[in-house]
């Protein structure tokens, strides 16, 4: 990790924002011409999943790249179904310039369609340089790098309220088991243990990927989420089964199954960090404490606290990551200025723009930590980018979006449909496997 003064990278990011400056501590120029507004007339369209709070602190790093150079900027929230709105747009002529794709199987399907113009060389150079191997291989198809990615998430973190485990008199656990009995005590205590996204099926695929990962090793995770393995492996049927012991406890959710179906991702994170809480651990990525801070004013490392998702059985703990990744569109109306955000977010100094507001991790290396604003925050980055080449990404976000990344479909609404009744893990994993054959085309 590439270590700058906090006063340096401070000046050196108010002197560019300010003057229209290159990059400095390793940005590089955005290489879209001369003069202190390079940009100046054109207008960027980027299109992202983001909403409330993360497209709030997204919008500073937009206006951060139109004051050094003085392209306008767009933005469109697409909800989950990237694949389908940005497909419409396409196919009605009004294709957005630049993308936020979550999930690495949607940019390999853009990639397949053709619609993705290849990162250039300057922001090839800030790749190279600043990131572990891993997000260039999974920025990449067919040996062509596409996806720049911008924000990470951390997948295998567990928040949760100090007052809340403290009045349980438990401390955060180091095993599954252990979280699990940690939070009977918790319920008995009065609140419930866990508040659960069931909502939004993304949530639930993180859950399994966490258990899989530890319960099965990173080998057997690896061959699944590349579908060399079927959904009916003995080692996702026995992931499941543990999953279930959690989903079919109504001591450890809160408002039960239905409860938790009903529950959209800030939702659970109002039920622990929100004025009425109504449990005391919510399971997801580092970005929890965005919402936490921003939306109920929560103080990272003194109200909002997180332990590592624990090892499940013998295995070891998981660490799971997920990534939004900027691709430029082929049918974009601004390929010039769109190439030059890539360039721009491909610099540490876009980073810090919004690694001080909280709410966000990079996966760029040169990002100095004191950019963040929290000690938490920072110990969640700096266990993101040494764990360097070992991150294991998301599997869903690596299946083909009709299985892992569609809204009402494929693994979101198995996982869905489990979590209402996890009484029989085999035939869940036979749905899964029936609906990922369908998907990979087996």
Not at 190 to 197: C, D, E, K, W
Not at 325 to 334: E, F, I, M, R
């Amino acid at each position: 990790m590439m270590r700058r003064r906090t006063t340096l990278l401070a000046s050196c990011t108010a002197l560019a924002l300010s003057l229209g400056a290159t990059a400095c501590g390793g940005g590089g120029p955005v290489s879209a011409g001369g003069g202190d507004k390079p940009l100046s007339g054109q207008t960027i369209n980027v299109a992202g999943v983001w909403s409330g709070s993360e497209q709030k602190n997204f919008q500073k790093v937009l206006d951060a790249f139109t004051e050094k150079t003085g392209a306008k900027t767009q933005f469109t929230s697409t909800g989950d179904n990237v694949s389908t709105v940005v497909g419409s747009k396409i196919e009605g002529g009004n294709a957005p310039d630049v993308v936020m794709v979550p999930q690495v199987g949607v940019l390999q399907q853009f990639a397949k369609e053709g619609w993705l113009k290849p990162l250039s060389g300057t922001a090839r150079k800030s790749v190279d340089a600043n990131y572990a191997d891993v997000w260039k291989n999974y920025g990449s198809v067919d040996g062509s790098l596409y996806g720049l990615y911008f924000k990470a998430a951390h997948k295998s973190t567990v928040w949760y309220s100090p007052d809340a485990l403290d009045e349980a008199g438990v401390e955060a656990p180091t095993s599954y088991d252990a979280m699990l009995e940690a939070g009977r005590t918790v319920s008995e205590s009065g609140l419930a243990a866990f508040s659960v996204a069931g909502q939004d099926g993304w949530t639930l695929t993180d859950w399994f990927e966490n258990v899989y990962l530890s319960q099965a090793g990173p080998e057997k995770y690896d061959a699944l989420a590349a579908h060399e393995i079927k959904w009916t492996d003995p080692s996702v049927v026995a992931a499941l089964t543990t999953l279930g012991k959690l989903f079919k406890d109504k001591e450890l959710i809160a408002g039960g199954q239905k409860g938790t179906l009903n529950t959209d991702f800030p939702g659970s994170v109002e039920k622990v960090f929100g004025p009425e809480p109504a449990a005391g651990m919510v399971y997801e990525g580092d970005f929890v404490a965005g919402v936490a801070k921003d939306q109920f004013g929560k103080k990272i490392g003194e109200d909002a606290d997180f332990f590592p998702f624990p090892a499940v059985g013998d295995g070891k703990a998981p660490v799971v990551s997920g990534g939004d990744a900027a691709v430029v569109l082929k049918d974009g109306k601004s390929p010039k200025a769109a190439m030059a955000f890539l360039e721009y977010l491909a610099t540490p100094e876009a980073s810090a723009v919004w690694a001080e507001v909280g709410g966000f991790l990079s996966p760029n290396k040169k990002l100095d930590l004191a950019s963040y604003g929290d000690d938490i925050t920072r110990e969640t980055a700096k266990s993101l980018v040494d764990a360097g080449d070992s991150v294991r990404f998301d599997m869903s976000d690596q299946a083909p979006a009709a299985f892992g990344g569609t809204k009402g479909a494929g693994e979101w609404k198995i996982l869905q449909d489990f979590l209402r009744d996890p009484s029989d893990p085999k035939a869940t994993a036979a749905a899964l496997e029936k609906a990922a054959a369908k998907a990979y085309q087996d």
